[in-house]
């Protein structure tokens, strides 16, 4: 059974940084690339970042240059790095594997003071 479970999530002041893992269950993990989506209040879900089943990186021009995507074959994560963190990035965040569309149960990030 394939599972995702993101963790990390939290309050953070504008200016900061979090960092966003989810465990992947039940694949080969280095086969697959794994993506980050995240929906706002109010808003429809939209696509993050993209890891590659070989290692590279795709952003969404909202987070280029803040968030770094990166992924872990021996742990089985995929993590997502987020600095200089704004209030529009508030959101709930989902870890999903495009092949199936296999989705986590999402992590809330607020940005707030």
């Known amino acids: 059974q394939v599972l995702l479970r993101e963790s990390g999530g939290g309050l953070v002041q504008p200016g900061g940084s979090l960092r966003l893992s989810c465990e992947a269950v039940?694949?080969?993990?280095?086969?697959?690339?794994m993506r980050w989506y995240r929906q706002a209040p109010g808003k429809q879900r939209e696509w993050v970042a993209t890891?590659?089943?070989?290692?590279?990186?795709i952003y969404a021009d909202s987070v280029k240059g803040r968030f770094t995507i990166s992924g872990d074959n021996a742990e089985k994560t995929v993590s997502l790095q987020m600095n200089s963190l704004e209030p529009e990035d508030t959101a709930v965040y989902y870890c999903n594997r495009p092949v199936g569309e296999f989705w986590g149960k999402g992590t809330l990030v607020t940005v707030s003071s």
């Open positions: 890891i590659t089943y070989d290692s590279n990186p």
């Open positions: 039940g694949f080969i993990f280095s086969d697959y690339s």
